[in-house]
């Protein structure tokens, strides 16, 4: 392949262990850019590093738990040498705690914000110093079809993936004037951790309720970030790309 190549690029990518990070951290390795993987499971970013670099990759691991916001932006300060300039950032570490309102609690309300939301804002705010330096950056978050379209039970995650887009967006016209693009993915529901714990029946429900008839994958997600990391994706910034087979239109 020829376009969307990141060589000379460092990414970023929070919850890399699993799922949608995983992919997306193999995709943008795969096309040439070098990675630092941070999460809280070091022994999953380890055996992802081993495995990119296996592959040629470049690959750094840095633990991170993102409900600590003020432990963030200091781990962030002293990245891995080699790895300190970040070119393309992207927030996809996220939970979930459903419950409907009236039995959700406060804590789980927090929990929910503290990482999907005050998270991002540590380790965006950390990354996006360098990048105005450099002149160069893309910010990528990952959102939700449930922060454009609200979902029962998920106020408290509806809210924060509704916060990224107003953060992102924001962002975009604080950050464009020095090459800086900041961008949004929202998937809709993408074959995860998080949706295997479906029962068959309310699998190919779900399934039948989506336009395209399925539920996504994690490459689907990755292939939307990579183009949004890419040199050809220069002229795009404050979008939200939903990625939801037509779940949301
Ligand atoms: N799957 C879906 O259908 C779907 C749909 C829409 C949006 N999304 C969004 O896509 C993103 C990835 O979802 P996924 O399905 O891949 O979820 P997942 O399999 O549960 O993975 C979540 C990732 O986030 C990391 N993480 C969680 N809490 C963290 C913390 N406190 N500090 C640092 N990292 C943390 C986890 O790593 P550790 O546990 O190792 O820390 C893990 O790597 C999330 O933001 C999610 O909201 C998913």
Known sequence: MTGFRLEGRTALVTGASQGIGEAVARTLASRGARLVLAARS??????????????????????????DAEATAARLKALPEGFEAIDIL???????ADNLL????????????ATNLTGTFAVTKALARGMMRRKFGRI???????????????????AAKAGLI??????AR???????????????FIETAMTENLP????????????????????????????????EAGYVTGHVLNVSGGLYI
Do not use: C, H
Request: negative net charge; aromatic residues 4%.
């Open 174 to 188: 604080e950050l464009a004037g020095r090459n800086i693009t900041v961008n949004v993915v929202a998937p809709g």
């Open 42 to 67: 070091v022994d999953k970013l380890d055996a992802l590093a081993e495995a990119l670099t296996a592959g040629g990759a470049e690959a750094t691991v840095v633990p991170l738990d993102l409900a």
């Open 102 to 113: 009236v039995r959700m609690s406060l804590q789980d309300w927090d929990r929910v914000l």
């Open 200 to 231: 068959e029946s309310a699998r190919s429900e779900l399934a039948a309720s989506i336009p395209l008839k399925r539920l996504g994958s994690v490459e689907d997600i990755a292939a939307a970030v990579g183009y949004l990391a890419s040199d």
């Open 166 to 171: 107003g953060f992102s967006k924001s962002l």
């Open 90 to 96: 992207v927030n996809n570490a996220g939970i979930t």
């Open 140 to 158: 990528i978050s990952i959102s939700s079809v449930s922060g454009l379209m609200g979902n029962p039970g998920q106020a408290n995650y509806s």
